[in-house]
């Protein structure tokens, strides 16, 4: 899962500070990784709620509508709140609201399943005000010749979080519970406080991480303007049609992509798919979220020697196609087609963004906030596709995200030669 920066504008400058910041980098990249872990837990808590309270698909996919809908809600106001207060305390204030959002799960085990949703909607802001604040000091931590470099570091560690945490999280919170049992008549409340224990070491976590940044010497960085586009109006962003296709396919590629890790465990618990144990389905999950991370890094290479629209209709075409094999197949076949999604998801976000982006001149800081925007798709697609999966089964569910990928392929084609003007 991508790192998103829903920044309002980019900052002007870093003033200069000491030389070595190898310590306050490891604590930004160690940021990376938590939001990364804290994003794909969703995958197994989806599952895990829909079996203690006995949801319907649509009702489950709710936590990705309040946790992807904090993103759209939050961006700005983040932005804004980034320069009234400075990057360094706007982290502060992100991990702090992160933490209030993880230790909101204690009582919601007590309460039901709405207080989850606010809980998941708080975590969520915390992270959007968070890598609004954060992802510049990549950037500002070291020589800006090798800023790239610290980038593809920080990515990494957040790829490796999205990989660990379904597996972790299937051990520490479906081992033994609601999803293998049945959530028993009275005792929901039992069922759901699997998930206290996990979710107050991450509250402390991320309050030991507000205190290491807070004491961190880190540079200066100035906050900058208001974006362009609240100055010259959103008409002059609109005006670029790669860039409002580039929205609408960056909401379908996020929807699509959370919406399929959204219902890997519920689907390879099917009997006619895979059959397996809640906990075990978990640790597959990994292998998804895994596959999008070794394919960043073949992507990488491979994307020196193809046109980033080619590259981009080339996943596409294989994402549909392992999407419909999964579809119309059983057994391992089903189970391993729909992994494999997740090793051609790699390259789609920053190559979208990418074409997206080309040649806004001073508009590409709030364009990259528009598209910033447009990940509402991970609230809404998940939605669409529990409707489907409660009106026609969980395999015909996976036609919703096929079709999103319909329209990334016709993105990438129709802008192939994007780079050759």
């Not at 900052?11 to 980098?25: I, V």
């Not at 580039?246 to 399929?260: D, H, K, N, Q, T």
């Not at 409660?390 to 569910?397: K, L, Y």
């Amino acid at each position: 899962m991508e790192t998103y920066s829903p920044v309002a504008s980019a900052p002007n400058a870093a003033a200069s500070a000491p030389t070595n910041y190898r310590s306050a980098l490891s604590i930004v990249t160690l940021l990376f990784f938590m939001w990364g872990s804290l994003t794909a837990l969703n995958d197994v808590l989806i599952p895990h709620l829909k079996a203690v309270y006995q949801l319907s698909y649509v009702q489950a996919m709710m936590v990705q509508c309040c946790f992807y809908g904090a993103y759209f809600i939050v961006s700005l106001p983040a932005g804004m709140l980034i320069r009234k207060i400075g990057y360094q305390r706007g982290a502060v204030a992100g991990l702090l609201i992160a933490a209030t959002g993880c230790a909101l799960f204690y009582p919601a085990a007590n309460s039901g399943y709405a207080l989850f949703l606010f809980a998941f909607f708080v975590l969520a802001s915390g992270i959007t005000v968070l890598q609004v604040a954060a992802n510049p000091y990549v950037a500002a931590l070291g020589e800006p010749r090798n800023a790239s470099s610290r980038m593809s570091l920080a990515q990494a560690f957040n790829s490796l979080g999205t990989t660990i945490a379904p597996a972790l999280g299937g051990m520490l919170i479906l081992a033994g519970g609601a999803l293998s049992h049945g959530a028993a008549s009275g005792g929901a409340a039992a069922e759901a406080s699997t998930v206290q224990g996990p979710y107050l070491v991450l509250a402390a976590a991320l309050l030991l991480l507000a205190v290491l940044f807070s004491l961190a010497r880190l540079p200066h960085i100035e906050a900058g303007e208001p974006p362009a586009a609240a100055r010259e109006g959103w008409g002059a962003l609109l005006a670029h049609r790669h860039l409002v296709l580039g929205a609408v396919v960056i909401f379908l590629y996020v929807g699509g992509e959370v919406s399929i890790g959204s219902f890997l465990v519920n689907y390879f618990g099917e009997p006619q798919v895979a059959g397996l144990a809640p906990a075990d389905a978990a640790r597959y999950v990994s292998y998804y979220w895994g596959g999008a991370m070794i394919g960043r890094f073949v992507g990488s290479a491979a994307m020196h020697y193809v046109k980033p629209g080619n590259a981009l209709a080339f996943n596409a075409a294989a994402v549909i196609a392992l999407v419909l094999l999964s579809i119309f197949s059983h057994g391992g076949v089903a189970m391993w087609a729909i992994l494999a999604v997740g090793l051609f998801n790699s390259i789609m976000f920053p190559t979208i963004f990418s074409i997206a982006l080309k040649d806004l001149g001073h508009l590409t800081g709030p364009g990259s906030g528009l598209l910033c925007m447009a990940i509402a798709g991970g609230a809404i697609v998940p939605l669409l596709q529990g409707a489907v999966g409660d009106a026609a089964g969980v395999q015909w569910s996976f036609l919703i995200p096929a079709a999103c990928y319909t329209f990334i392929l016709y993105y990438g084609l129709k802008y192939a030669g994007i780079y050759d003007r």
